[in-house]
Each structure stands twice: as C-alpha cells, then as structure tokens.
C-alpha cells in the first residue's frame, strides 16, 4: 500500500519532469526562432553582397 508521502512524492517528481521537458521545448522552439533570425540575416546578407559586387 502507498503511503500519501510516496504518492506525493511521486507526483511531484512527475510534475517536474513534464514542466522540464516544457522547458526544454521552450528553449528549442526560442533557439529555432534565433536561428531563423540568423539565416534570414546572413541570406540578406549575401544577396547585398551579390548586389555590390555586380
């Protein structure tokens, strides 16, 4: 039989994990929006420089 310290404890454990791997994603999703960013910059970029050179 569990004990309500156990259930608790389990449950908390349980909780944490979801609200890291929420955190994790949060993270992910914030990274890739970076890394969007970037690739637009650097495709601006490049195109300046086709631009300048022609």
Do not use: F
């Amino acid at each position: 039989c569990l004990h309500l310290g156990d259930m608790s404890s389990t449950c908390r454990q349980r909780t944490h994990k979801i609200k890291n791997n929420l955190e994790s994603i949060m993270n992910h999703s914030r990274l890739h929006q970076k890394l969007h960013i970037v690739r637009h910059i650097i495709i601006r970029y490049d195109s300046l420089n086709s631009l300048a050179s022609n």
